[in-house]
């Protein structure tokens, strides 16, 4: 079993920056693999960053150059800095596991514990 808690989130202003957080416990077999993940109600969950088997962050295109997304091995955290933040990028971002063994992968179908998710807001 395996527990996910989101931190972090938060109401900013267009321009601005959060700094998210994913802290994991549990069984450490199935925390090898992890990434965001964000959603507004009614769609479904989009992708937004990882880190692959290679330890190379992969990012959604509508992310790359603004988002970094970084890993704690030791604290098994995992963070998302966000930065020129848009009100596009409005919605619940949630931090997802997975065994692997490829990890990077941005398809809410790969993943098996998620977070309940922190609110992130950008007003104009």
């Known amino acids: 079993q395996v527990q996910l808690e989101e931190s972090g989130g938060g109401s900013v202003q267009a321009g601005g920056s959060l700094r998210l957080s994913c802290a994991a416990s549990g069984d450490p077999g199935s925390t090898r693999c992890m990434a965001w993940f964000r959603q507004t109600p009614g769609t479904a969950r989009e992708g937004v960053a990882a880190?692959?088997?290679?330890?190379?962050?992969i990012y959604a295109n509508n992310v790359k150059g603004r988002f970094t997304v970084s890993r704690d091995i030791a604290k098994n955290t995992l963070y998302l800095q966000m930065n020129s933040l848009k009100p596009e990028d409005t919605a619940s971002y949630l931090c997802?596991?997975?065994?692997?063994?490829?990890?990077?992968?941005?398809?809410?179908?790969?993943?098996?514990?998620w977070g309940q998710g922190t609110q992130v807001t950008v007003s104009p």
């Open positions: 997802a596991t997975e065994r692997g063994p490829w990890c990077g992968s941005l398809s809410s179908t790969h993943y098996d514990y």
């Open positions: 880190i692959n088997s290679l330890n190379t962050p």
